[in-house]
């Protein structure tokens, strides 16, 4: 909390996402001054969440994982990783309007239970995911699918995360989640200007 609160009081212009799945947490770091509850699990780690974040009256960005970070990796199957994950968000939506929660955030989830593969279906079909109405997180910055189907070094994925940002943009994402804020904000300079054309 030191630390947080220190953030807060130097970036007063700045808005602050905690990233936690522990009600407890998000609701004395939105105390201290945080504008979003970023939850990784979507509320499905702390059942308190959803009610809290709804109490709070801040954004909820809802991301999907299957299982828990501990086993997400282990047997990893979808019947079809699009549509099992579109039906999870139809879900959570109705949840969070029902916890009093008014901005809902999505983000699919990439690398969080998914493969390679699932991760670049969801990309090509992030489009999809617009029709629920709500705005579209998209983390791919340095993920393994960058570096490992360019077989580089994690430290070398950064022109990957450009070009999968860039697609992820085209495709409907409204925000990213990126390390590299400078190339992340070029890229949406740049796809601006083409729109505009």
Same mark, same amino acid.
């Given at each position: 909390?030191?630390?947080?609160?220190? $953030?807060?009081?130097?970036?007063n212009?700045?808005?602050? &996402?905690? +990233?936690?799945?522990?009600?407890?947490?998000? #609701?004395?770091? @939105? @105390?201290?001054?945080?504008?979003?509850?970023? +939850?990784?699990?979507?509320?499905?780690?702390? #059942?308190k969440?959803l009610?809290?974040v709804?109490?709070? /009256? @801040?954004? !909820?960005?809802?991301?999907?994982?299957?299982?828990?970070?501990?086993?997400?990796h282990?047997?990893?199957?979808?019947?079809?990783?699009?549509?099992?994950?579109?039906?999870?968000?139809?879900d959570?939506? &109705?949840q969070? =309007?029902?916890?009093?929660? *008014?901005?809902?955030?999505?983000?699919?989830? !990439?690398?969080? /239970?998914?493969?390679?593969a699932h991760?670049?279906?969801?990309?090509?079909? $992030?489009?999809? !995911?617009?029709?629920?109405g709500?705005?579209?997180?998209?983390?791919?910055? =340095? #993920?393994?699918?960058?570096?490992?189907?360019?077989?580089?070094? *994690?430290?070398?994925? $950064?022109?990957?995360?450009s070009?999968?940002?860039?697609?992820?943009l $085209?495709n409907?994402?409204?925000?990213? =989640?990126?390390?590299? @804020?400078?190339?992340? =904000?070029?890229?949406?300079?740049?796809?601006?200007a083409?729109? #505009?054309?």
């Amino acid at each position: 909390m030191p630390g947080f609160e220190m $953030l807060e009081k130097k970036n007063n212009n700045f808005l602050l &996402s905690i +990233d936690t799945y522990h009600s407890e947490v998000a #609701k004395e770091t @939105v @105390v201290a001054g945080a504008s979003i509850v970023n +939850d990784i699990s979507a509320g499905e780690m702390d #059942k308190k969440m959803l009610e809290t974040v709804g109490t709070l /009256g @801040v954004p !909820f960005i809802a991301m999907h994982m299957k299982g828990v970070p501990e086993t997400m990796h282990q047997s990893i199957q979808y019947e079809n990783v699009v549509t099992n994950v579109l039906d999870f968000f139809i879900d959570k939506i &109705s949840q969070c =309007r029902n916890a009093g929660i *008014v901005d809902v955030i999505i983000d699919p989830g !990439f690398g969080f /239970g998914k493969t390679i593969a699932h991760n670049f279906q969801i990309l090509k079909s $992030l489009e999809i !995911f617009k029709t629920l109405g709500k705005p579209l997180m998209a983390g791919l910055s =340095r #993920k393994s699918t960058i570096y490992k189907t360019l077989q580089i070094d *994690v430290n070398d994925a $950064l022109n990957g995360t450009s070009v999968l940002n860039t697609i992820a943009l $085209l495709n409907g994402a409204n925000i990213l =989640r990126v390390h590299d @804020v400078k190339e992340a =904000r070029e890229a949406v300079t740049l796809l601006q200007a083409y729109g #505009k054309a």
